[in-house]
Antibody, heavy 122, light 107 residues
Framework: QVKLLQSGAALVKPGASVKMSCKAS????????VSWVKQSHGKSLEWIGE????????NFNEKFKGKATLTVDKSTSTAYMELSRLTSEDSAIYYC???????????????WGQGASVTVSS | DIQMTQSPTSLAASVGESVTITCLAS??????LVWYQQKPGKSPQLLIY???ILEDGIPSRFSGSGSDTQYSLKINSLQPEDFASYYC?????????FGGGTKLELK
């Protein structure tokens, strides 16, 4: 079955960067988008951006441009997100998701990783 | 950006009751509406897409409706496992915006 296995929790200092991973299995990695979603404690979901592994094409929420960098390693079916210049506002759970166009006008995140907690603290 | 506004933000109900959650888009999203359920400490899970289509394995007590800018999620005969948070998502365009969420609690 489709699985997205994310890297573990991270405790990082303000101003530093963190890179998290999302290893996909159970489907053809290059046929689907990978979206990343942020959930601050007790809050709603916020879409960061997405990458299409086959081409490396990306789309970003303007809010996260310059903050998040998305990459993939097709050889290991793994997607990565790096967050830079971290502040306390970046403390959150980050999810990777499998994204698919169910039609030309309908994008669905139909599988989610277990989430990776990032805590920014000195 | 398309804004998604959910109501209510929280809702208390009893097992066996029916509830409805609404989601209002700031512009017409042509039925490209997705609902997710998130249980405490877990990842969100796909419930409904295309406003009305139930994801495989989702019980039929869940249903979605709506068009244009107004959408609803109805849960009939609430079961203990349904007490969770629910989010709608704009599936039409980027940025892929979510509603603020509705927390369904046991009365």
């Amino acid at each position: 079955q489709v699985k997205l296995l994310q890297s573990g929790a991270a405790l990082v200092k303000p101003g530093a960067s963190v890179k998290m991973s999302c290893k996909a299995s159970g489907y053809t990695f290059t046929d689907y988008w990978v979206s990343w979603v942020k959930q601050s404690h007790g809050k709603s979901l916020e879409w960061i951006g997405e990458i299409y592994p086959n081409s490396g094409a990306t789309n970003f929420n303007e809010k996260f441009k310059g903050k998040a960098t998305l990459t993939v390693d097709k050889s290991t079916s793994t997607a990565y997100m790096e967050l830079s210049r971290l502040t306390s506002e970046d403390s959150a759970i980050y999810y990777c998701t499998r994204g698919d166009y169910y039609s030309s006008y309908l994008y669905v995140m139909d599988a989610w990783g277990q989430g990776a907690s990032v805590t920014v603290s000195s | 950006d398309i804004q998604m506004t959910q109501s209510p933000t929280s809702l208390a109900a009893s097992v066996g009751e029916s509830v409805t959650i609404t989601c209002l888009a700031s512009e017409d999203i042509y039925g490209s509406l997705v609902w997710y359920q998130q249980k405490p400490g877990k990842s969100p899970q796909l419930l409904i897409y295309g406003a009305t289509i139930l994801e495989d394995g989702i019980p039929s007590r869940f249903s979605g409706s709506g068009s244009d800018t107004q959408y609803s999620l109805k849960i009939n005969s609430l079961q203990p496992e349904d007490f969770a948070s629910y989010y709608c998502q704009n599936g039409l365009s980027t940025p892929r915006t979510f509603g603020g969420g509705t927390k369904l609690e046991l009365k």
